[in-house]
């Protein structure tokens, strides 16, 4: 069964189920990316009129609609979709052959301690929102990261970002003067 949550964002939409939807981790896929794209389920989604984002995730999908398309005419779609992958399958959509790693750069013991409060203290609480917040890198006092999924472009992330992120950062990493998103 397919439940749905709403985000901070209006037109961000989080689809709950108790299948795994994704075990490599979060993944987010943009409709003008989706002509690349090998994966048919993620593929068929990006091509529903309206949607132009979707971030998946272990247990949630997110998807992101443009303002002209409605939540009723899209949310059926998105369930009924999901539903006809698990009668068909008994695997994620994202499956472990597509493994990916954690930021190729870190390296110093700073850039450990922001990727272990990025893990454990923000990114379950950007999850309960639909999205996700990546690592990009640490240089003179500043944090880059990029939001993704419902996080992106929504009216409150920056508020998010510098309230929540960045505060939290600045307390259990000394080294941190700001976080800026990409």
Same mark, same amino acid.
Not at 45 to 59: D, P, T, Y
Not at 92 to 101: A, D, N, R, V
Not at 150 to 156: A, D, I, T
């Given at each position: 069964?397919? *439940?749905?949550? %709403? ?116 990114? %379950? ?25 419902? #996080?992106?472009? #929504? %009216? ?9 992120? *960045? ?16």
């Amino acid at each position: 069964m397919i *439940q749905t949550e %709403p985000t901070p964002n209006p037109n961000s939409l989080k689809f709950i189920s108790e299948k795994t939807i994704s075990d490599i981790g979060t993944e987010e896929f943009q409709k003008d990316s989706s002509q690349s794209l090998t994966n048919s389920f993620i593929k068929e989604l990006l091509n529903f009129k309206g949607v132009e984002l979707v971030l998946l995730s272990k247990n949630f999908l997110s998807v992101k609609k443009t303002e002209e398309t409605s939540w009723n005419e899209l949310k059926p779609m998105v369930i009924s979709h999901l539903n006809h992958y698990f009668e068909n399958n008994d695997e994620p959509i994202l499956k472990e052959s597509k493994k990916t790693t954690g930021p190729s750069n870190v390296d110093d013991e700073t850039t450990k301690k922001i990727v272990d409060v990025l893990d454990t203290k923000i990114r %379950p609480a950007v999850a309960r929102d639909g999205g996700d917040i990546k690592f990009k890198s640490f240089e003179n006092g500043v944090v880059k990261v990029e939001l993704q999924g419902s #996080c992106s472009g #929504c %009216p409150s992330s920056l508020m998010t970002l510098k309230q929540g992120v *960045q505060n939290l950062l600045k307390h259990y990493v000394k080294e941190v003067n700001s976080v800026e998103a990409i």
